[in-house]
């Protein structure tokens, strides 16, 4: 049975960082592509970043040049930087494979202050 496990979440003021990770059991990450997601209060979840098999990352304008998506294959675990942190980033972290999701994790709770 697959299972992702978010963590790394917290209160943050804006300018500051936080590391997020997704550490999988059930499933090889490093044999699929990633994603993460985000869902604010009160909107859809959302997607923001994409890691393929080959390494290769693309994100969305939104957190463009500020969140950077990485994997670990050894720790079968993938991680997201984020830098420079806006009040707007305040959302529930997810990951999860792309295109056919597994099932959902509890995520992780992100808030920035201003």
């Known amino acids: 049975q697959v299972q992702l496990v978010e963590s790394g979440g917290g209160l943050v003021q804006a300018g500051g960082s936080l590391r997020l990770s997704c550490r999988a059991s059930?499933?090889?990450?490093?044999?699929?592509?990633l994603a993460w997601y985000r869902q604010a209060p009160g909107k859809q979840r959302e997607y923001i970043a994409l890691?393929?098999?080959?390494?290769?990352?693309s994100a969305v304008d939104s957190v463009k040049g500020r969140f950077t998506i990485s994997r670990d294959s050894a720790e079968n675990t993938v991680y997201l930087q984020m830098n420079d942190l806006k009040p707007e980033d305040t959302a529930v972290y997810y990951c999860?494979?792309?295109?056919?999701?597994?099932?959902w994790g509890q995520g992780t709770q992100v808030t920035v202050s201003s």
């Open positions: 059930g499933i090889s990450l490093s044999g699929n592509y």
């Open positions: 999860n494979t792309i295109p056919r999701p597994n099932p």
């Open positions: 890691i393929t098999r080959d390494g290769n990352t």
